[in-house]
T-cell receptor
Framework: SQTIHQWPATLVQPVGSPLSLECTVE??????LYWYRQAAGRGLQLLFY??????ISSEVPQNLSASRPQDRQFILSSKKLLLSDSGFYLC???????????FGPGTRLTVT | AQSVTQLGSHVSVSEGALVLLRCNYS??????LFWYVQYPNQGLQLLLK??????LVKGINGFEAEFKKSETSFHLTKPSAHMSDAAEYFC????????????FGRGTSLIVHP
């Protein structure tokens, strides 16, 4: 069966510090991968998605970036965090040709 | 372009009462429709999906939803609410044959009173 992991689970970082969130999927190959952000009391905002290694599409211009160095690994990064980057970050995957998504447990990021 | 409207950001029911969470969508092509549930501080979990075929779909935890093309709706129901059903529920739509990026509704928080 497929499993998706995210770490860390929680993170408190000062403004201006770098960020690296990691997501890995097990039990499948060539998944579509997604990064979402959920601000407090709000819906899901798609940040990045990837249909293959090295293929990243950005949905929202911001100080975040994403990379996919391996087939089942998706990394969200920032060089300098802003207060507005606080939120709940969710990684998700879907199988090729399928539309339903499967979400990781999320990372709660607080920028102070 | 797709859009999803979830009527009511909060729905409150008593334990044992009917749960009805509303979702209306717009799509220029036949849609795929989904309901997800999110418990506090967790990721989203797929509850059920409609792709093709039977318009009444059953999901996990006793939930079901009916695709009504004429009403462009995909409302989520459960005959009897449990305290454990308290969570955030998201409706999502994708276009058949289109992008694998779904459009999510803004979510409905289900509150269950004892």
């Amino acid at each position: 069966s497929q499993t998706i992991h995210q770490w860390p689970a929680t993170l408190v970082q000062p403004v201006g510090s770098p960020l690296s969130l990691e997501c890995t999927v097990e039990g499948t190959s060539n998944p579509n991968l997604y990064w979402y952000r959920q601000a407090a009391g709000r819906g899901l905002q798609l940040l990045f998605y990837s249909v293959g290694i090295g293929q990243i599409s950005s949905e929202v211009p911001q100080n975040l970036s994403a990379s996919r160095p391996q087939d089942r690994q998706f990394i969200l990064s920032s060089k300098k965090l802003l207060l507005s980057d606080s939120g709940f970050y969710l990684c998700a995957w879907s199988a090729g040709g399928r539309y339903e998504q499967y979400f990781g447990p999320g990372t709660r990021l607080t920028v102070t | 372009a797709q859009s999803v409207t979830q009527l009511g950001s909060h729905v409150s029911v008593s334990e044992g009462a009917l749960v009805l969470l509303r979702c209306n969508y717009s799509s220029s092509v036949p849609p795929y429709l989904f309901w997800y549930v999110q418990y506090p501080n967790q990721g989203l979990q797929l509850l059920l999906k409609y792709t093709t075929g039977a318009t009444l779909v059953k999901g996990i935890n006793g939930f079901e939803a009916e695709f009504k093309k004429s009403e462009t709706s995909f409302h989520l129901t459960k005959p009897s609410a449990h305290m454990s059903d308290a969570a955030e529920y998201f409706c999502a739509v994708s276009d058949q044959g289109g992008s694998y990026i779904p459009t999510f509704g803004r979510g409905t928080s289900l509150i269950v009173h004892p």
